[in-house]
């Protein structure tokens, strides 16, 4: 929930008063279908803060609404209800020259490195599209391109390129530099090394990092590649049709999950590990995720979760706080983990619930 | 090389027949600036039962040899030489019309993209009956009945009613297992399978692998699988194959070679990987990239992105027998310690 700030737990000196970058309250998005007048419910009711300086890592399936949940963070989406403040402010409220100063704050890379990239420009022209936008001087514009480029680890020589002629990595690093420019406060990473072969990812990941350091960027990063969002992340949300599951340090989220959501999708991710050290026992999920037009009553996971009871088909689970900082939506998760499997989960408890 | 006792678990023991066997095969294209090389001098063997990864960056060559053994390469525009050799006969020789016997009933394919292989028009089920009536003489009825039950056989719920939907009323992963239906209902002795679980979420991935894995072994299918994750194949697999370049780089068993890769690139992939660094540290990468297949170096092609390359790795550098059933082309490897997945 929004104030997950205000409990009065013992914290270190370092995190005791964590400004927030980005709010979102009670955050709902909705789209309408084109054809059959039904509602998607990409977002339905999300509430966290994201704190200055850290790296939020959000995590999910295909249809979790993580890319949505990106998008109206730098405010592309507008909320159906709820809002997102930024630093306080809701960018729904400014004026339109207000909010266009603002929102050079708010910056998102998107997973095809070609999105944002016109073939017809140069990339040094790319670069610096973002500060011509901004309304920044020509000087100005060239200076802080060139910098960024050299930044990023992209050879001057670079600038006098177009697009075609650079990797997929290369590419990412053109799109960083782009809103590196413009010294955001927040950047949203949207499966941002998804496109790119194994042995350049951890470059740009790296990269990230080693930028985070030197420019105080506050990160949300979205990807569904759990082995990423746990090495990058501070903390991590854990997104499920529409719904946060869990969230809390990132440490915990993988090594000790609340939620029986995370601790499948874990044990899902294949390990490039030799068979006499694989230890943990596969948590297989049965079925696919149900469709966010119409979510399952109660708990969204229910109808695909090993533990599930008849409670969970008639209550939504509460937010709760579990561990120190670590939130998780289950009604039978306790601070020792997600509840066990249920023996009794027969297929007629099965049929039951997807009728 | 082989006198120890083979220590391996593969289904159909390493003393049998290779069923496939892959000697020199070079690929390359014809494109209107000359002939572009694909791949050089692949060398590798499939035998029954045995689960083979091959691994590599975009590029590298994997698709195109697993493409090249079904002859699916437009014949006017790629050059092959070297045997294809399955069962003892040589694919790349083999007239047509034969080609298309061997093609879904000995050795079938399945894709990233099912639905480039699906047809909308038709419901799944008629197209698997389709498969299935293409290589055996039966009624429409038995075919239907063969194809429901295929349907069952890859997990699919209510196989009878799913019969007649259309592909596009299913979702990624249940068009995936229609696709392994489809391939496997002549019971092929080889299933290649071309990055099949890439596009799918990984809970989803998680049921396909265990699929494909459970089939194999219960049929004895073999399996070449073309990926670019290591965590698949360290799941499914028996052997591990990395591709550089269009090279075969190495081959092995598929834990000794995530305890102790012997090609200096199958250790950079390996510790790449963000998973098995320490979080948040900085993750070793593999500087550069691959060279043009135009401007290919003599010798090592890996030399220039290489942290063990020294003088002598410009000389060429075959496959050499490095343990019991390994193969390493690099000179350097019997000397080398490289890091791998649990260093």
Known sequence: MGNTMTSERPRTAADSQPRTIVTAEGLTIHFPTRDSGETVKAIDGVDFAVRAGETFGVIGESGSGKTTLGRALVSLISPTNGRILHDGVDPAQLGRSAFRHHRRDYQIVFQDPNAALDPRMTILHSIMEPLEIAGEAAAVRRERAVEALARVGLAPETAKRYPHQLSGGQKQRVNIARVLTLRPKLIVCDEVVAALDVSIRGDILNLFADLQREFGLTYVFITHDISVVSHISDRIAVTYLGKFMELGPAEAVIERPLHPYTRALLSAEPVPLPSSMRTERRIMLEGEIPSPISPPSGCRFRTRCPSVQPRCAEEEPAWRELQADHWVACHFATPAGPPPPNPRRTDELAQQQAG | ?343
């Open chain 2, 1 to 343: 090389m082989n006198d120890q006792p083979s220590t391996s678990s593969f289904d159909g023991g390493i003393a049998s027949a290779p069923l496939l066997d892959v000697r020199g095969l070079s690929l390359a294209f014809a494109t209107a600036d000359g002939e572009l090389p694909v791949t050089r001098d692949v060398t590798f063997s499939v035998h029954p039962g045995e689960r083979v990864g091959i691994v590599g960056e975009s590029g590298c060559g994997k698709t195109v040899t697993g493409l090249a053994i079904l002859r699916l390469l437009p014949q006017q525009s790629t050059r092959l030489t070297g045997e294809i050799r399955f069962e003892g006969q040589d694919l790349a020789k083999l007239p047509a019309r034969r080609m298309r016997e061997v093609r879904g009933r000995d050795i079938a394919m399945i894709f990233q993209e099912p639905m480039s292989a699906l047809d909308p028009v038709f419901t799944v089920g008629e197209q698997i009956s389709e498969a299935y009536r293409t290589h055996n003489r039966v009624s429409r009825r038995e075919a239907r009945e063969r194809a429901i039950a295929a349907l069952a056989d890859v997990g699919i719920p209510a196989p009878a009613r799913r019969y007649d939907e259309y592909p596009h009323q299913l979702s990624g992963g249940m068009r995936q297992r229609v696709m392994i239906a489809m391939a496997l209902i002549c019971e092929p002795k080889l299933l290649i399978a071309d990055e099949p679980t890439t596009a799918l979420d990984v809970t989803i991935q998680a049921q396909i692998i265990d699929l494909l894995r459970a089939l194999s072994e219960r049929t004895g299918t073999a399996l070449i699988f073309i990926t670019h994750d290591l965590g698949v194949v360290a799941e499914i697999c028996t052997r591990l194959i990395t591709m550089y370049a269009g090279e075969v780089v190495e081959d092995a068993p598929v834990d000794p070679a995530l305890i102790r890769p012997r090609h200096p690139y199958t250790s950079g992939l390996l510790r790449s990987l963000p998973g098995l660094a320490q979080r948040r540290a900085h993750l070793p990468s593999i500087p550069g990239r691959v060279p043009s297949p135009l401007a290919m170096p003599a010798g090592c092609r890996f030399r220039s992105r290489c942290p063990q390359a020294m003088d002598g790795c410009e000389r060429p550098q075959p496959l050499l027998p490095v343990a019991p059933e390994r193969v390493a082309r690099c000179w350097r490897a019997p000397e080398l310690t490289l890091p791998g997945a649990v260093s």
